[in-house]
């Protein structure tokens, strides 16, 4: 952007903030307040008190507003030297705390009154167009509007068509409301089939539940159980190894399974075991983790350790396994 253009950009966003005042004032109450404001030659920012969030109907009335102003291309009226006490007879707005000198300048676009000292554009219509990108909070009682004008507010426009239009190839969709069902239908599919998963992966876990179960040697006394299993999230390796625990008393399980490629060591015992054997499954897998180059912890009876090695998840279920002789 040249000097100019620049210019023109920041004169337009300051001109719409002053717009964008009196539209929320119009909207929300005169209790909003101006609590900030930043204009560059990108966008604008202006904070203001107001309660609660701003609902997308006042949103799209305000922007209605701003434009409305711009369409009816308001000419600015600008008062320089104006004594404070006509200013304030004429209406104009003051910044609350702000330290003002006998004389002021006067902004004027119809009924938007303010002491500003900014520079600003001939006329309103030179804005263009009027878009709000963000409404948030920054503090108690204080929200934050960002917004676009002109060539900005344009591009911006343009390309939520085009994503629009995108979506709307995608979803095979006639219309914009057709790509909403579309992605409601998705969202709703996608969860079923979530659900659908997890009672899959349930069935399964009995099944390698019980294959494990059959699998157990007695060794000294102990139930083992030690085995590399596939299956698909730690938190069902974690309840595979609950279930096999509360099923066989006296025992001592080693599960290793990969995930995403990641080797995971996992040993559980029965809590008797802990104490007739002194026997602690954290300080186990932290030994039996080195050949999966792995680190991990837990509690005596319960402990996992992820690992970098997948190689050596064989090897270490079987150190976790020697421990029981
Ligand atoms: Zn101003």
């Known amino acids: 952007m040249v000097d100019a253009e620049k210019r023109a950009a920041i004169e ?8 964008l005042d009196e539209a929320l004032r119009s909207i929300l109450g005169t209790h909003v ?50 004594p404070i006490k006509d200013a304030q007879a004429l209406g104009a707005i003051a910044l609350f705390g702000e330290k003002y000198g006998d004389k002021v300048r006067v902004v004027k676009f119809g009924d938007s ?12 219509g ?19 509007i960002e917004a676009l004008t002109g060539k900005a507010a344009e591009e911006y426009a343009a390309k939520q068509c085009a994503i629009t239009s995108a979506l709307k190839l995608m979803f095979k969709a006639k219309t914009e409301d057709d790509i909403i069902k579309s992605v409601e239908a998705l969202v709703a599919d996608n969860a079923a089939l979530k659900k659908q998963i997890d009672v899959l992966e349930h069935e399964k876990l009995a099944g390698v539940k019980d294959s494990l179960i059959a699998k157990a040697q007695n060794i000294n006394g102990v139930n083992v159980i ?18 096999i625990r509360q099923q066989l008393d006296n025992s001592f399980i080693v599960l290793g399974a990969l995930f995403d490629g990641k080797p995971l060591l996992s040993v559980i015992m029965s809590e008797n075991l802990v104490k007739e054997r002194n026997l602690n499954a954290g300080a186990i897998v932290k030994e039996a983790g080195k050949a999966i180059l792995g680190g991990g912890g837990g509690q005596p009876f319960y402990a996992t350790a992820g690992g970098k090695n997948p190689d050596g998840l064989d090897k270490a279920i079987a150190d976790a396994k020697s421990v029981i002789k």
């Open 12 to 19: 337009r966003n300051h001109s719409a903030t002053h717009l």
């Open 33 to 82: 307040e101006q609590k900030g404001s930043m204009v560059c030659s990108d966008y604008l920012r202006f904070d203001f008190s107001h309660f609660s969030k701003m609902t997308d109907e006042e949103i799209a009335r305000t922007e209605q507003f701003v434009n409305e102003k711009i369409r009816e291309g308001i000419a600015l009226e600008e008062h320089r030297d104006m």
């Open 113 to 124: 009154i303010e002491l500003c000292g900014g520079t600003h554009i001939s006329n309103t």
């Open 126 to 144: 030179r804005i263009g167009y009027f878009k709000i990108i963000t409404e948030t909070a920054v503090a108690a009682g204080i929200r934050r």
């Open 226 to 243: 030690a085995e590399r299993v596939s299956v698909g999230s730690k938190d069902l390796l974690k309840d595979l190894s609950f279930q």
